[in-house]
C-alpha cells in the first residue's frame, strides 16, 4: 500500500471554541448559584428545575473544556491517528450529564409539584434573577452563534446546516444548550406568573415538566450526534466526490475503486482508496502520482490530515 501522511499542525477554530465553551461555563455557574437561591426563597420548583438546569450545563461546559484539551495531543506510537476521538468521548460524558443533571431532576421535580402540590411565595427575587438570567444566557448564545456562522460562512452553508451537520460538537452544545436556556427561562418565568395570578403551584409542576422534557430533547440530540461521530461518519457527500475528481485528475490514475473517508475531529479527516494506475505505469511513476493525487487533495481540503491510497487493479 503507498502511504501519505502530513504532520502539519491542525489548523481549526479551537482557540475560539475554548472561549466560546468558557464563557458559556462562567454563565452558567454564575446563575445556577442566583436560580437556586430565588428557588429556595420562593418556594418554585420551575426555579429549582432551572437551577438544575444551569448546574449540569457548567458541567457539560467544563466536560467540553476537558475534551478539547484532550484533543490537542500529538499523535503517538499509541495513538498513530492522534487524539481526535476524545472529543466526542468527552461530549458524550457531557449530554448524558444534562441528561441526568437536568432533566431527570427537572421531570421528576415537576411530578412532585403536580402530585404533592405548592405554596407559592414572592416571586420577585425570581423574576429579577430571570431577567439577569435572560441577558447572560443571551450573551453566552451570541458568542456562540457568532462562532458558528462565521464557520457557516467559510463552508458557504446556512447556519442551521452547519449546526446540524457539524463535527465540531463543542459550538453545537453551546449553541443549543444556551437555547434551551432561553426557552427554559420563559417557561419558568410563566410558570411563576401562572401560579402568581391563581394561586395555584400546577402551573409552576407544568412549566417544571416542559423544561425537564427540553432537556431531555437536547440531551438526545447531542449524544445522538457525539455517538454518531465516535462510531466513524464520513465526509459530506459532496466532499466525497470532489475528492474523487481529484483522484482522478492524475493521468496516471485509471479509476478509484473504493473511497472511504473517516472524520476525526472538527478539522481532521482520513481519505483511504483503492485505486487502479494504467497497466503501462512504472513502480516510479505510481509512487509518483500517489505523491501528485494526496498533494492535490489536502490543498483542496486541507482538513485532511492523511491519505492511503492502495494501488488495486479491476
Avoid at 462562532?147 to 463535527?167: N, S
Wanted: proline residues 4%.
Amino acid at each position: 500500500m503507498a502511504e501519505t501522511a502530513s504532520n502539519a499542525p491542525k489548523g481549526g477554530t479551537d482557540g475560539e471554541s475554548v472561549l466560546t465553551v468558557l464563557v458559556a461555563a462562567l454563565a452558567n455557574l454564575g446563575i445556577a448559584v442566583a436560580k437556586a437561591v430565588a428557588g429556595v426563597v420562593s418556594g418554585s420548583s420551575a426555579m429549582l428545575s432551572e437551577a438544575a438546569h444551569s448546574v449540569a450545563d457548567t458541567v457539560t461546559e467544563l466536560m467540553l473544556l476537558v475534551s478539547l484539551k484532550s484533543a490537542r495531543r500529538p499523535a503517538d506510537e499509541d495513538h498513530p491517528l492522534g487524539y481526535g476521538g476524545a472529543r466526542y468521548i468527552w461530549a458524550l460524558l457531557a449530554s448524558v450529564a444534562t441528561f441526568v443533571g437536568g432533566g431527570v431532576f427537572a421531570v421528576y421535580d415537576g411530578v412532585h409539584t403536580l402530585t404533592h402540590g405548592e405554596e407559592p411565595g414572592d416571586p420577585l427575587v425570581s423574576y429579577l434573577v430571570l431577567g439577569v438570567a435572560f441577558l447572560l444566557e443571551g450573551y453566552s448564545l451570541r458568542t456562540g452563534l457568532k462562532q458558528a456562522r462565521g464557520e457557516a460562512d467559510r463552508f458557504g452553508v446556512h447556519v442551521k446546516h452547519y449546526l446540524r451537520h457539524t463535527p465540531d460538537t463543542a459550538v453545537k452544545a453551546v449553541v443549543m444548550e444556551d437555547s434551551a436556556a432561553l426557552v427554559g427561562l420563559v417557561l419558568a418565568a410563566g410558570g411563576l406568573l401562572g401560579g402568581q395570578l391563581t394561586g395555584s403551584g400546577v402551573w409552576d409542576g407544568v412549566a417544571s415538566l416542559c423544561i425537564g422534557v427540553l432537556l431531555v430533547y437536547v440531551a438526545w440530540v447531542l449524544g445522538h450526534a457525539n455517538a454518531e461521530l465516535l462510531i466513524g461518519r464520513p465526509l459530506p457527500a459532496p466532499m466525497r466526490q470532489r475528492i474523487r475528481e481529484q483522484l482522478l485528475a492524475d493521468d496516471h490514475i485509471e479509476a478509484v475503486l473504493e473511497l472511504t473517508t473517516l472524520v476525526q475531529g472538527p478539522r481532521e479527516a482520513l481519505v483511504a482508496a483503492k485505486v487502479n494506475f494504467r497497466d503501462a505505469s512504472t513502480a516510479a511513476e505510481v509512487e509518483e502520482a500517489c505523491e501528485r493525487a494526496e498533494r492535490r487533495v489536502r490543498e483542496r481540503f486541507p482538513g485532511v490530515r492523511r491519505v492511503y491510497l492502495d494501488p488495486t487493479p479491476y
